[in-house]
């Protein structure tokens, strides 16, 4: 999620955002349809020397997935 002020400034200058959840693609989708975006997304594996550091899998600090997207947008 986004803040007001910094979400409408990111609107104002057009600047991409590493959207991360399904939240924050409705919430800039709300104020700037169009807007260019980045997706985080965790494929369901990954490396990390512990899992405070995996970039990926089940214990990743990657919130979004790909069935969360399909799941929302089906």
Request: glycine share 12%; aromatic share 6%.
């Amino acid at each position: 999620m986004i803040d007001a002020a910094t979400l409408a400034r990111v609107s104002e200058l057009h600047i991409p955002v590493n959207a991360g959840s399904v939240d924050m693609l409705a919430q800039l989708g709300q104020i700037s349809p169009g807007h260019r975006v980045w997706l985080r997304v965790n494929p369901g594996f990954g490396h990390g020397h512990s899992q405070k550091t995996n970039t990926g899998g089940e214990t990743a600090n990657t919130a979004s997935g790909i069935a969360i997207f399909r799941r929302r947008w089906r």
